[in-house]
């Protein structure tokens, strides 16, 4: 794999991957409490998110892009998925970028999220943090289905326009991969911005207990201790607890001022449904396996440490040989570059390799 070190993204400005939905002209986070606080904040907080000329996917690849866009060629629409426990807002900055170069791109809310989000009441001030830990939440049932049953309908919408190209941080990933299991066919090209892409690992689950990802900061990030049966997993990020402030800072983006730091939290959403992170979302090699895919390595993410990220691209890589990731790096922590641009002119260069 290539790994070229892309612009690191320190220059002022907005997160890359932060608000609004739309650019261009398409509209639209069991076991011990260690063990428990990992998952919980993996499923319920790992979601809020340049180089050498790219280079084509190895000879064995999938067919090219007008092809799979159905014999459709001209320039991609860009669909952005956001990571757990939080929404499109997560990605606006990248979108207005987009938009402002002449692309078109938009972020959607996957299931029970953005306006469809359950805040529960006693999350609000003042909050009870006894009733915080068994109240009910909707996401109950909310399944990983339904997350690819949500962009699979926006990218039969966009793909109207012509080539897709399908974008996912964090967890965000794994609705990625189930939904290029389904439709490889209207996909150009897959991007994973730090992202989970299991593959010889099945789960989130399974890859949050790899040697690999031992050093997450995850670990850290206090958990509401809700039962089993609630069947989510909930952070309260409006903790007065400074040190749930520390270590969602550590886990996100150390090196933020604290005041940035606080706008995101008050971003994220409370609850995710345990379901997502426990659900078999392997790339299939047929069908997933069949598009070119890029990995956004971002080598200062605490959440997803470096030795996890290159074990999901080897992993990926051995099982589709002929197809192997296209690699770019960045120094950039959990949430991404500070600049929306760093991001916005890689994905300008995806968009060039399908439009060869």
């Not at 690191?8 to 639209?28: C, D, F, K, L, P």
């Not at 953005?114 to 068994?134: F, H, I, K, M, N």
């Not at 099945?202 to 990030?221: K, Q, R, Y």
């Not at 691209?313 to 296209?326: C, L, M």
Request: hydrophobic share 40%; proline share 9%.
């Amino acid at each position: 794999m290539t790994e070229p070190t892309g612009n690191t993204g320190r220059t002022s400005g907005t997160h890359g991957i932060r608000g609004t939905h739309v650019a261009g002209t398409t509209g639209e986070t069991a076991g011990g409490n260690g063990r428990r606080t990992l998952l919980r904040a993996a499923v319920a907080g790992a979601g809020a998110l340049g180089a050498a000329a790219a280079g084509a996917p190895a000879a064995g690849a999938a067919t090219g892009a007008a092809e799979r866009a159905g014999g459709r060629s001209g320039p991609p629409t860009f669909v952005f998925v956001h990571g757990a426990g939080a929404n499109s807002a997560s990605w606006q900055p990248v979108v207005a970028e987009m938009g402002i170069r002449g692309h078109r791109a938009v972020a959607v809310d996957l299931p029970g999220h953005g306006w469809q989000a359950y805040v529960p009441a006693s999350y609000q001030a003042p909050q009870d943090p006894e009733r915080l830990r068994t109240e009910p939440s909707p996401l109950t049932k909310v399944t990983l289905d339904d997350f690819a049953d949500h962009v699979e309908a926006v990218v039969r919408r966009v793909r109207r326009n012509g080539p897709v190209v399908l974008v996912g941080q964090s967890m965000g990933g794994v609705t990625v991969n189930a939904v290029a299991n389904r439709v490889p066919e209207l996909l150009a090209h897959l991007v994973y911005a730090s992202a989970f892409c299991p593959t010889k690992h099945p789960t989130v689950v399974s890859l949050a207990f790899t040697p690999e990802n031992a050093g997450s900061a995850l670990f850290s990030i206090p958990a509401v201790p809700t039962p089993p049966e609630l069947g989510v997993n909930r952070v309260n990020w409006r903790s007065n607890d400074p040190a749930v402030f520390r270590a969602a800072k550590l886990a996100l983006a150390a090196d933020y001022p604290d005041e940035e730091i606080r706008m995101l939290m008050s971003l994220l959403e409370p609850d995710e449904s345990a379901a997502i992170g426990a659900t078999d979302a392997r790339g299939l090699p047929d069908r997933w396996g069949r598009v070119p895919r890029t990995f956004l390595r971002f080598t200062e993410d605490r959440s997803i440490p470096l030795p996890l990220q290159d074990l999901m691209i080897r992993e990926a890589d051995e099982t589709t040989p002929g197809n192997r990731f296209r690699v770019r790096s960045f120094a950039a922590p959990h949430i991404g570059p500070r600049d929306p641009g760093v991001l916005a002119a890689e994905l300008e260069r995806i968009a060039l390799l399908c439009r060869s």
